[in-house]
């Protein structure tokens, strides 16, 4: 934290104090610039692993699960590059939960950003271990998504909403699944 001690506060102010819920998951060109604009060079950072000491204190450690798992699919919507930081977000969420991090946290928005990563994991083992954390450390609606996210992970093994970005050539299954309402979460 020696280079940005201010980073992991600002990190958190933006995006619980700031920022409104209905801003984290709606696909908004103006709230992505925000991120862009703000946070690329942290993110950049974020992903090549510079900012690995954050991992050690609670606080810090959740601004870096920001930076990697909610800012690059607001900074890179829609490509490849969105899920770069996932398997560190996942590593720090699920030490968070057993360092104890994710039970000591008293708001439900930070416990929710805390298990993220679990909830975009495409490994269904973690779907099905996150899906009662979410029913334990988040509201309802929350754990709906999640039991969606691991129903999806069930049927086809990964998010078939990515197929594009990823370069991944979807099943008719898969396409046909694509064309139901909320298949995009």
Do not use: C, Y
């Not at 968070?96 to 946290?105: C, K, P, R, T």
């Not at 691991?150 to 699944?177: C, M, Q, T």
Request: charged letters at 20%; zero cysteines; hydrophobic letters at 45%.
């Amino acid at each position: 934290m020696a280079d940005h001690p201010e980073a992991p506060g600002a990190i958190l102010h933006f995006w619980f104090e700031e920022s409104r819920p209905g801003q984290w998951f709606a696909k908004d060109p103006v709230f992505d610039g925000q991120v862009r604009e703000r946070f690329i060079g942290l993110t950049r950072q974020a992903i090549a692993g510079e900012l690995a000491p954050w991992s050690t204190e609670a606080p810090s450690a959740l601004a870096l699960v920001l930076l990697l798992d909610q800012f690059p699919r607001q900074i890179w919507r829609d490509t490849a590059m969105a899920f770069a930081g996932d398997p560190q977000a996942l590593g720090l969420s699920l030490g968070a939960v057993e360092q104890g991090w994710l039970e000591a946290e008293p708001e439900q928005a930070r416990r929710q950003f805390w298990l993220m990563p679990q909830m975009h994991s495409e490994e269904l083992a973690v779907q099905e271990a996150a899906v009662p954390l979410f029913g334990q450390f988040t509201d309802a609606r929350t754990a709906e998504f999640a039991r969606r996210h691991r129903d999806v992970i069930a049927r086809f093994g990964r998010f078939p909403h990515r197929n594009a970005a990823l370069g991944r050539v979807s099943s008719a299954a898969e396409l046909a699944f694509l064309q139901t309402p909320g298949s995009g979460f």
